[in-house]
């Protein structure tokens, strides 16, 4: 019978909205001019949305008259500031597409993403952590042949903004009159495992209905206020952060440019934030600077952990000691614009920490034998496709890339194991290739992870394969042990015995300070293998 099979489609009353984001910016503008638009607490800039408004106009006049035309790429570099957002609603205006390069990249990945996506201009930080901005722009310069001019926010920021004198009303105004909402607004670079990044290449109509049905599915009004510590280079912070505010008159506040659990809690308790976001680690951060010092976090109400499943005890603890007892679970990929399937209001907690949610508005899910491409049944692992208004339109001057991931009738292939149950819940198992296969058994790192986060001294923990010449593979555990405690693999090993199938307990296990991370605050698990394998002097399989 069809229903047994794992396909379901997300109805809605609500119609997508078949707008620009600069049209729908300017409704949300019209309704609630003097409400909060935007706070950047590490720049102290604060800004009503007709404010916000008023300076994406400026902004938006600035880059036309730098000489950028509809469709040319302008580059973005820097860590979370308020000139970012202003950025990415002033181009979206006049139909030049951002183009978001990753804060930790270095010399040689910048040259490849000016390249490939042949950016004219490009706007940067001076410099963020380790990294010169302004010293790596100009070594890439001799490397690339479409960079026409920079603009650095520290230093000629204002110079720029004077620009906009020379470009009329009606002039802007004719720009966003031809734009179309399946024009390409965003290329966001994402880091396959291998090769060189891929430019996720996204329309108007896939990131700006995104934003507004994750909104839909969080309750939001023009009375909520969203801390944002995630990056905004990443589709976290800019879609389901900015642009889930803006469609839903919400107020955006940045705590500072790069997360910072202490600066996070400070904002939220001052600007009586109701909503927080971040990924399980940023979580456990958070609550662990939660138990040093007291803050009142009264205001929150909800917010979004996204990135990686989390682990339950880390549920409980955000709804018991955050207050966020209406935080939901969001599941998917930049590809998809990126959320697909999203824990509602009212989720029971096991279907919170055991899956993803269920199907976003407007979009189906199939989930299929990666070898046979025929869809399983209910209750089988299989790899998640998902379908509709949200998927890419391509990988940016990558055919080939793009005929790999999304097939002729438009699915996008995710490479997730996952599992749809008879209510329709999504339950992620990992990705096909982090699955561990030891001597024939299929593992999930992430069955093992829950159960050791539920060991008290544990404050994080890790799980990847690692090569064997017996098995094939054997599990590792990495470790991040509570302030103040000790651990010894003896324990943990005591720990696991009789309580998890003896092939699932790790046989290597690293007790570590920190884990290998992307900048949008992902564990690196090939990096972790990469280094196992040098420590351990285990041969590549």
């Avoid at 970012?84 to 597409?97: D, E, F, K, M, N």
């Avoid at 031809?178 to 109509?205: A, E, R």
């Avoid at 803006?246 to 009586?272: C, Q, R, W, Y």
């Avoid at 008290?456 to 599990?475: R, Y």
Wanted: proline residues 4%.
């Amino acid at each position: 019978m069809n229903t047994q099979l794992s396909y379901v489609h997300g109805d809605s009353s609500i119609p997508l909205l078949g707008e620009t984001i600069g049209e729908n910016l300017k409704k949300t503008v019209k309704k609630f001019p003097k409400n909060d638009a935007l706070i950047c607490s590490h720049q102290n800039y604060r800004a009503t949305y007709e404010e916000f408004y008023e300076q994406t106009s400026q902004v938006a006049k600035a880059i036309l008259h730098l000489g950028a035309k509809p469709g040319d790429r302008v580059g973005i570099w820097s860590p979370n500031r308020y000139e970012w957002v202003l950025l990415q609603y002033a181009t979206a205006r006049i139909g030049v597409i951002l183009v978001n390069i990753n804060p930790a990249y270095r010399t040689s990945e910048l040259i490849f993403v000016l390249n490939q996506s042949q950016i004219k201009y490009i706007f940067a930080s001076l410099s963020f952590k380790t990294s010169n901005y302004k010293k790596m722009v100009d070594d890439a310069r001799e490397f690339t042949s479409t960079l026409v001019d920079e603009v650095f926010f520290d230093e000629n920021w204002d110079d720029f903004l004077k620009g906009a004198a020379h470009i009329s009303d009606e002039e802007l105004q004719n720009y966003e009159n031809q734009i179309q909402f399946d024009d390409p607004v965003n290329i966001q670079y994402t880091s396959g495992t291998t090769g060189f990044p891929k430019g996720v290449t996204l329309s108007h109509h896939n990131i700006l209905n995104n934003g507004y049905f994750i909104g839909i599915r969080l309750h939001y009004t023009e009375k909520d206020r969203v801390c944002i510590p995630v990056p905004f280079y990443h589709c976290f912070g800019m879609v389901i952060g900015n642009l889930c505010c803006t469609a839903h008159g919400s107020t955006m506040v940045i705590p500072n440019d790069s997360f910072d659990p202490k600066l996070t809690l400070e904002v939220v308790e001052k600007e009586k934030c109701t909503s927080l976001y971040g990924v399980p680690t940023m979580f456990i951060a958070t609550l662990h600077e939660l138990d040093l010092k007291n803050y009142d976090l009264s205001s929150l109400r909800t917010g979004v952990m996204a990135g990686a499943v989390c682990p339950p005890e880390v549920m409980k603890r955000v709804e018991n000691q955050m207050n966020m007892k209406e935080v939901t679970i969001c599941y998917g990929m930049t590809e998809t614009s990126p959320v697909s399937t999203q824990t509602k209001i009212g989720t029971p907690f096991e279907k919170q920490i055991h899956s993803v949610g269920t199907i976003h508005d407007h979009l189906e899910i199939k989930i299929i034998n990666p070898e046979t491409g025929k869809i399983v049944t209910r209750g089988e692992n299989g790899e998640l496709c998902t379908r509709g208004y949200s998927v890419m339109l391509k990988y940016w001057d990558n055919p080939e890339a793009t005929h790999q991931v999304l097939d002729s009738a438009r699915w996008m292939h995710t490479g997730d194991l996952a599992m749809m149950d008879e209510e329709g819940y999504i339950h992620i198992s990992g990705r096909i290739k982090d699955l561990i296969i030891r001597g024939g058994e299929n593992i999930s790192p992430k069955e093992i992870e829950d159960f050791l986060y539920q060991y008290p001294n544990v404050l994080d923990a890790q799980v990847i394969g690692v090569p064997s010449e017996k098995f094939g593979e054997e599990v590792m555990a990495w470790i991040k042990v509570r302030e103040g405690f000790s651990l010894t693999e003896e324990e943990l090993v005591n720990f696991c015995k009789g309580q998890i199938a003896h092939y699932k307990v790790p046989k290597y296990w690293k007790f570590v300070q920190e884990f290998p991370m992307t900048i949008s605050g992902k564990v690196r698990k090939v990096e972790m293998r990469e280094m196992a394998i040098k420590e351990l002097g285990l041969g590549k399989k």
